[in-house]
T-cell receptor
Framework: GQNIDQPTEMTATEGAIVQINCTYQTSGFNGLFWYQQHAGEAPTFLSY????GLEEKGRFSSFLSRSKGYSYLLLKELQMKDSASYLCAPVWDYKLSFGAGTTVTVRA | EPEVTQTPSHQVTQMGQEVILRCVPISNHLYFYWYRQILGQKVEFLVSFYNNEISEKSEIFDDQFSVERPDGSNFTLKIRSTKLEDSAMYFCASSEQTGGFREQFFGPGTRLTVL
């Protein structure tokens, strides 16, 4: 199988910044999505990286290094509603695969 | 804003029964997908569908599963003889192009419970 490694859990306080790292195998890699999933709900799109570098979208940014097989999702100015699971989802051979997700808990 | 819809939201069935899960993808999308998520586990790819045929399928998608686009709007997943381990949330998704280039929009899911 194709490994996707991301931390299981992270906790941060409201207003803080959290960085969720993800590593994946590089063979057959096309690009990488980050999705947010609240408990019992469907994944919702956050970002997509295909080239190296940083993509910024409001409070969320995502970084990709293709040669290192590494990505991170940066969440800034955390809000309580950001408490959710964040799914790293590489695309290999044009098929999307999801990591197990990182559960982020935002505390007041 | 257009969205993917799924029915029913919750399906309860007896082991061995057939179920059909329904999805209406976003109207101008060409690629359709089914995923499942067993409670507490990761989202798993089942199948992708394009131009009225399966383009990719996973090991999970065995002979018990089938997909169909019976008309211009619906996309269905049929499980022929359900097993206890089929209990999961099933998500339908659609995209304008293949998943390597365009985001996939997910429906709200159907929670399947097999008793």
């Amino acid at each position: 199988g194709q490994n996707i490694d991301q931390p299981t859990e992270m906790t941060a306080t409201e207003g803080a910044i959290v960085q969720i790292n993800c590593t994946y195998q590089t063979s057959g890699f096309n690009g990488l999505f980050w999705y947010q999933q609240h408990a019992g709900e469907a994944p919702t799109f956050l970002s997509y990286n295909v080239l190296d570098g940083l993509e910024e979208k409001g409070r969320f940014s995502s970084f990709l290094s293709r040669s290192k097989g590494y990505s991170y999702l940066l969440l800034k100015e955390l809000q309580m509603k950001d408490s959710a699971s964040y799914l790293c989802a590489p695309v290999w051979d044009y098929k999307l695969s999801f990591g197990a997700g990182t559960t982020v808990t935002v505390r007041a | 804003e257009p969205e993917v819809t799924q029915t029913p939201s919750h399906q309860v069935t007896q082991m061995g029964q057939e179920v059909i899960l329904r999805c209406v993808p976003i109207s101008n999308h060409l690629y359709f997908y089914w995923y499942r998520q067993i409670l507490g586990q990761k989202v798993e790819f089942l199948v992708s569908f394009y131009n009225n045929e399966i383009s990719e399928k996973s090991e999970i998608f065995d002979d018990q599963f089938s997909v169909e686009r019976p008309d211009g709007s619906n996309f269905t997943l049929k499980i022929r003889s359900t097993k206890l381990e089929d209990s999961a949330m099933y998500f339908c998704a659609s995209s304008e192009q293949t998943g390597g280039f365009r985001e996939q929009f997910f429906g709200p899911g159907t929670r399947l419970t097999v008793l």
